[in-house]
């Protein structure tokens, strides 16, 4: 409904209270703060000065072992069996008390630790390595594992040379051919074939080697490369047996010994969490800028936080100063939306676009309004919704997320409800199941009860009405962002533009609809709109022949765009229509299977319990996409700018773990 004031703030006070400041100001959360700019520092260099290296390299050092902390959880994570998927949502970050953490900075050693998790993180690596090259070498010697005689032998010899040779199947005859007619006194023995390889030990003299190397190039032969040890392949390989289980065992006892110490992953999460404020804390220090006896830093503050951050900091230092002023033009402010817990979820809207800036209006209310009517009219399916609103109904209120996912689930059960309502109102309950008297579930009675509450039928005898509808609401949303425009106008005291720009387009507007039941009225309004229009719309030119032009081309605009932008509202209608007829076809090709013998109703159960979900979750993300669309291209452009920044506090985080009080964090030490 409205942005909150807020007010730039200076905080001065002696240097020797700067710690406890910043411990105070975090734990409070309320103010934002941001990096002096160029002509305040400017202006302050005779006095402030940025912070000096030492404090950066104490920031870089902690940074350096935060990081460390982090990789530690992240390694630790692999060893703990994974939550299931409902648990892991149903259950929230990890909150302890704070005279646990307290116990834990004292007496928890992280930094041994975590050597001790390296060296064994360092030793499965090693051995992992050398597992690879085993299986590599176990790779190598299986397709001679039928050798019975030492690898050793085909080490080089006096006046012979043994080759272990593996040649491609195609190429084994001409490569034979071809050994024999270079190659005197070649032996080869075959022993077998894998992989399309012909597997076979050849034996010649030295004397013919440069033949042999020739042949094995041109025929894209392999050579086997054996280690000169006295034992057969079979007897290598299960030594490599042995070495590939034992070290299995290794890792399997070191993986033992890490989930063991899994058990102060919890106490790592506290570490990362403490050194995360801090360095929050330091990046906060070193926005500002200091003296040898005094800091200032500079950030945004509510305006109703004001007397709590006073005492808060007073508290602290006596002597602190702190300066309020007003933002001036050009400050890039950011913000914060204040709505009736009924419209926040329609800020997740805004989220999408983008948030106002400081200056201009909040339109939440004016989004949750038409996004709710717009989206029930696109899903216009009792059914449907009320499914839709359960389900995340219960999501949003059982499951532990995110603030901002928590605000989308409530998004989508407000979009059920309007859903449902709609449905009520069109007679659809997962289209015609309960009232097409064709179908057995009209045998359950709900259709006489369904019938009561329907007002109009879409699908029959109020097709145009339910079209005329849709495209009314267009109508009156794009009238009402111009509304919205001329009062911030009204509020920035831009009258010239009131009256030269809104004022034309709603003349023009309003005449078209009261020329729907009063016409020379309507026409008369419509004339003036246009009229002026035609005469101020390029009053910026001295020209009075290219004023008209102008005036005429923004004629044609205007006409066009209300009526491109008014039928742009028909996709509702479209949308609202298909949910229900998909849903009947599903209904109709599912009772097909019902006369079935044996399983027929067992068939039609499935296909609509499957079908109808399936088809609510294809119309939810079109009702989803098309309104907001409607939004975003339709109703933002008459009045809306964005580019606001979302207020960032400094605060406390608990990214890792959740600390159960407010009590000020002990510090680590070096």
Known sequence: MTIEKINKIYLIAPKSHR???????????????????VDEENKARDIFSRGDMASVTERRTKEN???????????????????????LLTRGPLSISRELENKVLDEFDFRNFILELKDRE?????LHVKKMSLENRREHLVPWKELDIPMSYFCRTKHTRIRALSVPASNADACRNAAEELIDALFSMKLGETRGEKNIIVIYHKDVEEAAEKVMRDFDVRSAVFPCEPLTPAESLQVIERDLEDIRKQVLHLESEIRGM????RN?????????????RKRAKERGAETANAFVIKGWLPEKNLDELVNTVHSASPEADISVTDPEEGDDVPIILRNPPLFRPFESILDIYGKPSYHEFDPTISIALFFFISFGYCLTDAGYGLMLALIFGYAAWKLKVAPNIKKFFFLLTLCGISGLIMGILTGSWFGNLFTDHDLPTARLGWGNFISRFQLIDPLGKHIMLFLGGALGLGYIQLVWGVLIKTADLFRKRRFGEIIFDTLPWLFFTWGVAVSFFLKMPGYGMCLLGLLMILLFAGRDHKNILLRLVVGLGTIYNTVTGLLSDVLSYSRLFALGLATGIMATVINIMAFLLWTLPFAGWLLTVLTLLVAHPVNLAINVLGAFIHTSRLQFVEFFPKFFESGGQKFEAFCIKDTYIHIRDDEVNPTISD
């Not at 710690?19 to 103010?31: A, F, K, S, W, Y």
């Not at 072992?65 to 648990?87: C, D, H, K, T």
Request: charged letters at 20%; a negative charge; glycine letters at 4%.
């Open 65 to 87: 072992l935060f990081n460390q902390v982090i990789n530690a959880i992240a390694f630790l994570e692999q060893y703990i069996p994974p939550r299931s998927g409902l648990s």
């Open 19 to 37: 710690d406890t400041i910043m411990e105070h100001i975090q734990n409070l959360g309320m103010v934002q703060i941001t990096d002096m700019d």
């Open 262 to 265: 899994a058990e102060n992953l």
């Open 122 to 126: 360092s030793r499965i690596k090693k």
């Open 268 to 280: 790592l999460r506290v570490i990362a969490n403490h050194l995360d404020n801090w360095l929050e």
